[in-house]
């Protein structure tokens, strides 16, 4: 990678961003005041990484936001004082803040599918932000657009400057907002969960991307990330936030071995890629006995190559079969299919007995498989209460009568450890957590044999993931369960499965059990999955 | 990204279908229904017509035909572009039309251009106005003119404008000048559901997490606003325009009777009330046209403004693998 960007690489011992007892709050709608940022004391020098890690409403990304001056309208810095390259940003107002922005602060987002006008071709765009910083003259903006465009990675940029946002890929597109980033030639690149929206194998290479920028330019890079295995992997020091306090903080490699914090503690254990073997010491017992078999299961959408390809595979009872692949490779398909969701050509039998090619519209053996979803929100009823919810299935395949119907809900609710005074909300009532435990227990009130997870803690905070994992690695053991689990995390992979399938392109690349897999994957898109786990203190 | 030939080809036949379809509903509802309208109109005593050119539009009609030739006569003719006689003044239907066409399409499309600049205007001030309360008094308006029927917007106007203030003359016609009030009183109604969804696209636009990256990029307030909130939260609101032309076509019925104006609006008036049948029938046609190429227009106008639509559908599969291998 070649790169024109004339800056001096050597990291200089000046503090780029620097904060002292920062405090930040919202005023809510009836105007009382909340402050989520509680005295936050940051310090990065150019050339370094400072990773800021906490769970989701810990303050990081208000910390983030008011950086680059972007608090929302109800959110102000109360106290404390925030210094970008020696300028006091404290209280810039808006054109003030835009004479850092570009220049002084790049900004990398979380989305990148969502962050660039749909409209506007991305040369279009880097023309226009070189023509807000750069101070070119007109005619070598496009040239300098497109050595940006070299710059990370994306080939063929001349011609990609005509292309629309549309026309790219998630990774492609971060790489063009990296692009837009750098252009301005920050000193500060503010990277908030800069990976999260992306492919696995994709964001390794992304991180790769920004630390090679950060070599070149000497940028000093802030790294938001909920992801504690990442952190500790990219950065030079971490700050952990927990419920807008800063608990620990300094080197990464002081933080992740010597945790001055309890709560920092907890974080580190219960991150699957940190933690491999937290149930090495499970029963793995497994009989013979298969309880889900699928043969030569293809799925077509419209002409072209077909979504999922002769796939098989073999689940057996109280096994944890993980079923793994990047977005698009066919997993949710698949998942889909054996829960009788879908038409598909091919077989599936769960307990010997076997799907109609062509299903009906529900789930065609309720009492032996059920399907967890992704997220709970969207898969319970908004007004339904948790014992309504889990009421329903026993209600409509003919679970007892009303008294037996509500003993087995607070059965199946005590199981998942769900607090009897939490049973009469609604979802919306209810944390991410709670939620995904009244998913399970509704998944649970048929006493089902087969448990689907579609991804099943995607969409929550590492502590919380945590817990659920516990309940559901508990729950097999408990009731003789049996899990496929869809995911893309390979790191959960490697702590929870006995066997895991790998998909490509809706084809299976390689399938067998977890410890050999991992110990010497033989293909190459495995080792590719499989080296996207984030290392930690490498 | 263009339209692949064929979805244009498809859309045409479909626009051509409902134009079809709309003449042969229309043409049973006057002219099938029981008992025979033309002859009874015709053969009306305080008919003006008189009795030689009477006997010609009964001959020319071909009463006499059972009801499917009859139909297929006046198909062959409206191919050829005749549409008839009037059955009230026994003038060419075609010339009656093409008189009142002209002055209605001018008043449509000043209306058209009023209710997109008020729209414009009113959902920039509900969304970016500086005070919350003006904000607040800009959101209000589009449920207000809606609350208000036409014709009493109109009438106020001609009470303001031309009866107290003298502007402008309610019955003399000033040319330009007497297409302001009428223009204003369809507009405002118009404006309406366009302001709406204007403010809700404007509104959504501006959440959207590229609103915030271009203010992370350093780009001004009013050019996020202009070059690219605008542009994107329009969108929806270019269909309901292509839409609102039927509305100003049929509203010009009310305008054109409160400003005395001879339009279509006139035409229909007068031929609605005097049972014309083929004169209705003439400009139920010429409306239904130029509905459906209006809105033909704005679905091929469409992939112009929003590259992803039109575009090739495995245009994010490709790049996808050269990324990996990058």
Redesign the interface.
């Known amino acids: 990678m070649t790169i024109a960007l004339d800056r001096p690489t050597a990291a200089t011992r000046t503090a780029v961003l620097e904060t002292t007892g920062l405090r930040i709050g919202y005023t809510g709608r009836d105007r009382t005041r909340r402050t989520v940022v509680q005295g936050a004391d940051l310090r990065l020098e150019a050339g370094r990484t400072l990773a800021l890690v906490g769970q989701s409403g810990s303050g990081k990304s208000t910390i983030a936001a008011a950086l680059?001056g972007?608090l929302p309208a109800n959110g102000t810095v109360e106290s404390g004082a925030i210094r970008l390259d020696g300028v006091d940003a404290t209280a810039l107002d808006?054109r003030g803040w835009?004479?850092?922005?570009?220049?002084v602060?790049?900004?990398v987002?979380?989305?990148p599918l969502?962050?660039?006008?749909?409209?506007?071709r991305i040369g279009t765009r880097l023309v226009?932000?070189l023509a807000?910083?750069a101070g070119l003259p007109r005619a070598a903006r496009r040239v300098r657009a497109v050595e940006l465009l070299r710059a990370v990675?994306?080939?063929d940029a001349e011609e990609r400057l005509r292309a629309?946002p549309?026309?790219?890929?998630g990774?492609?597109l971060q790489r063009v907002?990296i692009a837009?980033?750098i252009a301005?030639r920050p000193r500060l690149l503010i990277a908030d969960e800069p990976t999260s929206a992306l492919d696995v194998?994709?964001q390794r290479?992304i991180l790769d991307l920004i630390r090679s920028l950060q070599e070149q330019l000497g940028l000093a890079v802030l790294l938001i990330t909920h992801d504690l295995a990442l952190a500790a992997e990219r950065a030079d020091e971490v700050a952990v936030l927990h419920d807008g306090r800063i608990v620990d903080q300094g080197p990464a490699r002081r933080v992740l071995e010597q945790p001055e914090d309890a709560y920092t503690s907890t974080l580190f254990a219960t991150a699957p890629a940190l933690s491999p073997d937290r149930y090495g010491d499970r029963e793995r017992a497994r009989s013979a006995e298969d309880v889900v078999v699928v043969r030569d299961l293809v799925k077509r959408f419209g002409r072209g190559a077909p979504a999922v390809d002769r796939v098989s595979l073999t689940v057996t009872r109280g096994e944890v079969h993980a079923l793994v692949g990047e977005s698009?490779s066919g997993k949710t398909t698949v998942a889909r299919a054996v829960a009788g969701l879908t038409a598909f050509e091919g077989s599936i039998a769960v307990e010997g007995t076997a799907l109609a090619a062509d299903p009906p519209r529900s789930n065609p053996h309720p009492r032996l498989l059920q399907l967890v979803s992704q997220n709970p929100l969207a898969a319970l009823d908004p007004r339904f209460t948790v014992r309504r919810a889990v009421e329903e299935p026993l209600r409509v395949h003919g679970g007892g009568n009303r008294a037996q119907r509500r003993e087995r809900a607070e059965a199946v609710l005590d199981e998942v450890a769900l607090p009897d005074s939490l049973r009469e909300r609604r979802p919306h009532e209810l944390s991410g957590g709670q939620r995904q435990r009244v998913a399970i227990a509704r998944a649970l009130a048929l006493a089902p044999r087969v448990l689907l997870l579609d991804e099943p803690t995607s969409a929550l905070d590492v502590v919380v993931q945590a817990q659920i994992i516990d309940l559901l690695m508990g729950l097999r053991e408990r009731e003789c369960l049996s899990y496929l689990v869809i995911t893309h995390d390979l790191s959960l992979v490697r702590q929870i499965a006995d066997r895991v399938t790998v998909l490509e392109h809706g084809r299976v690349v390689e399938s067998g059990p977890v410890r050999g897999l991992f110990a010497a994957p033989a293909e190459e898109y495995t080792r590719?999955l499989i080296a996207a786990i984030p290392r930690g203190l490498g | 990204m263009r339209l692949r030939p064929a979805a244009v080809l498809r859309r045409l036949g479909q626009s051509a279908l409902v134009v079809a379809l709309t003449y042969v509903l229309v043409y049973a509802v006057l002219f099938l229904l029981p008992g025979d309208p033309i002859r009874s109109r015709i053969d009306n005593p305080q008919n003006p017509i008189p009795e030689e050119q009477a006997e010609a539009i009964i001959n020319y009609y071909r009463l006499d035909l059972p009801p499917l030739e009859q139909f297929w006569l006046s198909v062959t003719r409206l191919l050829q572009g005749d549409l008839g006689y009037s059955l009230t003044n026994g003038r060419r239907v075609s010339d009656l039309v093409a008189q009142g066409f002209g002055e209605t399409a001018t008043l449509a499309g000043v209306a058209l251009l009023v209710s997109a600049a008020l729209a414009l205007l009113i959902a920039l001030g509900a969304v970016f106005a500086p005070w919350a309360r003006l904000r607040g008094l800009f959101r209000t308006l589009p449920a207000v003119a809606l609350a208000t029927p036409g014709f009493l917007i109109g009438l106020v106007l001609l009470q303001v404008f031309a009866y107290q203030l003298g502007w402008f003359s309610s019955i003399r016609d000033e040319g330009a000048r007497s297409l302001i009030l009428p223009a204003l009183t369809l507009g405002i109604g118009a404006s309406a559901p366009i302001a709406q969804v204007l403010i809700e696209g404007l509104e959504s636009a501006w959440r959207e997490p590229f609103a915030t990256v271009l203010r992370a990029g350093g780009f001004p307030r009013r050019s996020i606003i202009g070059r690219h909130v605008l542009k994107n939260g329009a969108i929806p609101a270019v269909t309901l325009l292509g839409l609102t032309v039927g509305e100003l076509l049929a509203g010009s019925v009310i305008a054109e009777t409160i400003f005395s104006r001879t339009g279509l609006g006139f035409v229909t008036e007068q031929a609605v009330r005097a049972q014309d049948g083929p004169t209705v029938l003439a400009v139920v046609m010429v409306v239904s046209v130029v509905f459906t190429l209006v809105n033909l227009a704005t679905d091929l106008v469409y992939p112009l403004i929003d590259p992803r639509i039109g575009g090739p559908r495995s245009a994010r599969i490709r790049p996808h693998r050269e990324e990996i291998a990058a």
């Open positions: 680059a972007l808006e835009r004479a850092l922005r570009g220049g602060v790049g900004t987002p979380q989305d969502s962050s660039l006008d749909p409209l506007e226009r932000t807000l910083h990675g994306i080939r629309f549309h026309e790219l890929s990774g492609q907002l837009l980033a301005g194998t994709v290479t698009g590719r």
